[in-house]
Each structure stands twice: as C-alpha cells, then as structure tokens.
C-alpha cells in the first residue's frame, strides 16, 4: 500500500489568493466569468486559479468598484499570495502557469545553448 505518490505533471495553472473583503470580492467577481478561471470563496479568502495565463485588467477592475484608479498598489493590498509567473504591468498583472508563455515579459530564451 502506498500512501503517498508525487506527480511531477505540469497543472498548467496559476493563481493567487485574495483577502476576502469588499474589493477582494468585486476583484473575484470580475475574474468570475473569464474562461478557464475558477472562483473559491472561502471565509477569510478567495481563490482565483486559471488554465495558462490569468490577465487582471484594472481598468476593467476600476469600473467594476466605481473607482478612477486600480493599481499595483492596490492589488498588492488585496494579494496575500500567488503560484505561477507574475508579470506586473502598469496597466495590469499577468499570471503564467508555464514560464516559457511569459518569455516574451521576462526575458526568457528560449533557445538551447551548447
């Protein structure tokens, strides 16, 4: 019998984990009804976990609270944590599940070197 197994698959995943207040909750909202991105509601967070790459828009973020801005500072403030590559734009924050999707962000080649 084993108890334990290790899975080295790829999930193509990514996603962070939000403060469940009143922005983290319209912030969840937003992301509610994008392709391949789920919500957990959970009592003291919320889950926002995609398939590939997750894109929070905060223009789209800003409208939806009735806000002039939404920024990096604010979404930091709400952000307790996050698995997969962050790329942090001025207009946006993009989640990657593989890193080799966010080489043009980070500067990743892509080529072997011999």
């Known amino acids: 019998m084993t ?20 922005v983290g909750y319209v912030v969840a909202n937003v992301m509610r009804d994008k ?5 957990t509601e959970l009592p003291s967070m919320i889950r926002v976990d995609g398939v590939n790459k997750i894109d929070f828009d905060y223009e789209e973020i800003a409208e939806a609270l009735g806000w ?6 604010d979404f930091e ?5 996050h698995y997969g590559r962050m790329v942090v734009l001025d207009d946006r924050v993009l989640l990657f599940a593989n890193p080799e999707d966010a080489a043009e962000y980070i500067d ?7």
């Open 35 to 39: 392709e391949n991105v789920v919500i």
């Open 108 to 114: 990743f080649d892509l080529q072997v070197v011999e």
């Open 77 to 81: 403030e709400i952000m307790s944590t």
């Open 3 to 22: 108890q334990f197994q290790s899975d080295a698959t790829p999930s193509n995943k990514a996603g962070v984990t939000l403060m469940n207040n009143q």
């Open 68 to 73: 002039d801005d939404f920024g990096n500072d």
